[in-house]
């Protein structure tokens, strides 16, 4: 080894090896090849490989916005754009060829640029940083990802309508803690879903107007001094607007959180839909079943028959928690501008879209498929207690205060609960008993379609409001399609 390596001053021969061996982008400054070790912590390209086709794109932007600013000239400017042309191919035909010493995506292009075009490889980087750069690639990537969840997102909604509509007047019962609460409708609880799922667009469609900002032409942190043509890179780009502050521009992943954060409400809906098919799958339920084709068995019990896939819904939004938690406590503590811990942003971002995509799409075909059995559902809501408020509002449309008929009717509840009986096992002159305002309308509350009728309340069960419902659903989902389209 020579004194000059030992020292740690590599010889000018020395550095030229060692940028021969790794080709790195910033090899200039530094003296000695990079450790694999730390090439190996530190690359990102396993995962920011799926960001290839937005880098090119960027690139192609920028590259013909320096050729209109004249910093390239046309054949200069035709020889990189051929080139990048070619590695997008090569990156759609999945035969892009990654090298060991590139450190993410955007250094493996340019590599494989300089492989392809020659030392005019070397004029693309004018004006321009990694870190606008791949900022701009993610940006491009999220509009898309939020685009894509937008369509899955109107796709379930359109899927739990669709369901809804079947069963609009089907009556079930309604829960609080778990217990039989009120008789509500199938229609009714599976429109709830649509209501959740509609917010989750809104906020992704706010998501995707967070994303549309070009960062590009914000260079390292501080601009440029050359003119950059910004607004025509957007233009180009599709970008709305341009971000109006460079280091902002750099260090802002506030995006990634929006859609981060968007997703895991998402996933946490899904989890709670999900919960509700395993419930409802279960014998004690028994209100709907799953076709063979949508179910897993156990490799123990013969006769098992479980529904997985809603359990890694409700599973799968754990990980996406905690891929916005993840995402939060790498930002939280930078200083402006960009640091290294940025890179760090894409993994939970990705995981969220993939996980949520996914969780959405599955749902989907199994809201599709799922057999709901309307029977148990009319005769687990034709429980006479579920009618226990109807009475006393029955006595409180007798001018009986609701404080008074509550303790009424709920001592008539005790009495016939220790009596082994039900409410619908009263005649007339057993509720007059307890409170002379009773008629005879009391022994006719018992009819679940009847209670569902009752309930007609803007925002009700009843089947008129579902019928509202069932408009406004369609309006949502047409709204979730707009967002998709980027409206
Ligand atoms: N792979 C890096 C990332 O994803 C690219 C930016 C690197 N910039 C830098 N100055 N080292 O954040």
């Not at 021969?20 to 396993?46: D, M, Q």
């Not at 019962?173 to 778990?178: I, M, R």
């Not at 469609?205 to 942190?221: C, F, K, M, Q």
Request: aromatic share 4%; proline share 4%.
């Amino acid at each position: 080894m020579s004194s000059g390596a030992r020292s740690g001053v590599a010889t000018p021969d020395q550095r030229a090896r060692g940028r021969a061996r790794t080709a790195k982008v910033w090899a200039g400054r530094l003296s000695a090849p990079t450790s694999e070790r730390v090439e190996t912590y530190t690359s990102s390209l396993a995962v920011d490989r799926r960001l290839g086709a937005d880098d090119v794109a960027g690139s192609r932007a920028h590259a013909r916005m320096l050729r209109g600013i004249g910093v390239l000239t046309a054949a200069q400017h035709r020889a990189i754009d051929a080139g990048l042309r070619a590695i997008a191919a090569e990156l759609s035909s999945d035969v892009f060829a990654v090298s060991p010493g590139d450190e993410d995506i955007h250094t493996a292009v340019e590599r494989r640029l300089f492989e392809l075009a020659g030392p005019v490889a070397g004029m693309l980087h004018t004006g321009r940083s990694r870190n606008d750069q791949v900022a701009t690639d993610l940006r491009m990537w999220a509009r898309r990802a939020c685009t894509d969840l937008l369509v899955a997102l109107a796709g379930l909604q359109e899927t739990l309508l669709t369901r809804a509509a079947e069963h609009r007047t089907a009556p079930m019962p309604g829960y609080t803690h778990l217990q039989r609460a009120q008789v509500v409708s199938l229609a009714h609880h599976l429109l709830a879903y649509v209501e959740m799922f509609a917010r989750d667009a809104v906020r992704l469609g706010a998501a995707r107007v967070a994303s549309d900002e070009l960062p590009l032409g914000s260079g390292a942190l501080a601009g440029s001094t050359l003119p950059l043509d910004r607004d025509r890179v957007a233009d180009e780009l599709g970008f709305g607007r341009i971000a109006a502050n460079s280091m902002d521009a750099v260090a802002d992943r506030d995006f990634a959180v929006d859609i981060t954060s968007a997703c895991a409400l998402t996933m946490v809906h899904c989890s709670r839909l999900g919960e509700e098919l395993v419930l409802w799958s279960s014998a004690e339920f028994g209100f709907a079943s799953l076709p063979d084709s949508h179910a897993t068995g156990s490799s123990l019990m013969p006769q098992k028959k479980n529904a997985d896939v809603a359990e890694l819904a409700r599973g799968r939004s754990g990980r996406v928690v905690g891929d916005l938690v993840a995402l939060l406590t790498v930002l939280k503590g930078l200083p402006l501008t960009y640091n290294r811990d940025l890179q760090e942003d894409k993994e939970p971002l990705f995981d969220a879209v993939d996980t949520t995509l996914a969780t959405l799409r599955m749902l989907t075909e199994v809201i599709s498929v799922v057999h709901f059995d309307i029977d148990a559902m009319r005769q687990a809501a034709s429980d006479p207690a579920l009618q226990a408020t109807d009475v006393a509002e029955l006595l409180v449309a007798g001018g009986v205060p609701f404080r008074e008929a509550h303790s009424i009717v709920g001592a008539v509840v005790a009495q016939t609960v220790a009596a082994g009986r039900t409410l619908a096992d009263l005649d007339l002159a057993e509720w007059r008993a307890a409170s002379e305002r009773f008629d005879a309308s009391v022994v006719r509350l018992f009819d679940p379609d009847a209670a569902l009728r009752r309930r007609d309340v803007p925002g009700g069960p009843g089947p008129r409001s579902v019928t509202r419902q069932l408009t406004r659903a369609r309006a949502l989902v047409a709204r979730t399609r707009r967002a998709a389209a980027g409206g």
